[in-house]
């Protein structure tokens, strides 16, 4: 009976050992963060009038953005081809706080190996977007994985997907194979970009603290340090996003008291620009 059993063991770490890279492909659970700063937009000048130097300073308050979500790489096979790809999809909102008013940006932006990956958009008091994806990657992929093709040529050759979607979030993983012409699709500069779901603007129109001519957060975004391995199916990511505080101040007239007359002031236009870096998470299976 023992050296049955030993003989089994044996022939389970052979096939353990020999079996072949593209047997099973793996998955991970969703990469999460949360990430928030900001900037005071405090500002003083000084001026000589009248002999005395006077100084004053506007203080409109802080202005910060941030982004929390989960993003995930997923690979996949051309059924014609056996080539393997690769996007990244983030879930992700993007926040906009600015004088205790706060604005909140559903995304879902998606990435490939493309030039045109990376991307930028501003909010705030003025708007701008990013480029919207001309390619549905969340619905060609949840449709491979729920037909749980298998590629017939190639490193992938019948391994099931490993990805999974869940309450519409996507796992990182193998979603399987899809056609030729989903795969040149997938891959094309047309799938990146995010679609942006928008809150009501309208909440920053009454900032009458300071003569606002731009005041928002600039966010970029982009995939960077793409390692796909084709044998495996495997893959990792970095996504990157940061954030320029933008906001121009001053630039009003005003009126100050020196040595007991009312004397006018132009107060001289600054502008406020500052980066941070809100994610640089590597995001991998």
């Not at 205790?100 to 501003?122: D, E």
Request: net charge positive; proline share 3%; aromatic share 8%.
């Amino acid at each position: 009976m023992h050296a049955a059993l030993r003989t089994i063991c044996i022939n389970f770490l052979l096939l353990f050992l020999f079996a072949s890279p593209s047997a099973a492909a793996s998955s991970k659970q969703a990469v999460g963060y949360k990430e928030f700063k900001s900037v005071s937009l405090k500002k003083c000048f000084s001026k000589k009038l009248l002999g005395q130097t006077i100084e004053k300073c506007v203080n409109p308050g802080k202005i910060g953005g941030g982004v929390n979500g989960r993003a995930s790489v997923l690979t996949f096979a051309n059924q014609k081809t056996g080539d393997i790809g690769a996007v990244l999809v983030a879930q992700q909102n993007f926040v906009v706080q600015m004088f205790g008013k706060k604005a909140t940006i559903g995304a879902v932006c998606t990435y490939n190996q493309s030039r045109s990956s990376g991307f930028s958009f501003f909010a705030g008091v003025q708007l701008s977007t990013p480029k919207v994806p001309k390619i549905g990657v969340v619905d060609i992929l949840s449709a491979a994985l729920s037909a749980r093709s298998k590629a017939s040529q190639g490193a992938m050759k019948d391994v099931p997907p490993s990805a999974s979607r869940s309450g519409g979030r996507l796992s990182s993983g193998y979603a399987g194979s899809v056609s030729d012409s989903s795969f040149k699709a997938l891959m094309s500069a047309a799938a990146a970009g995010c679609k942006l779901r928008y809150p009501d603007y309208k909440i920053f129109s009454g900032v009458k603290s300071v003569k606002l001519f731009k005041a928002g957060i600039e966010f970029s975004t982009a995939a960077v340090g793409w390692r796909v391995n084709p044998s495996t199916g495997s893959a990792s990511v970095r996504l990157k996003t940061s954030m320029k505080a933008i906001a121009k101040v001053g630039g009003e007239a005003i009126k100050v008291k020196v040595a007991g007359q009312t004397v006018k002031w132009d107060l001289p236009g600054h502008k406020f620009s500052k980066s941070q870096t809100l994610t640089n998470k590597k995001v991998s299976f």
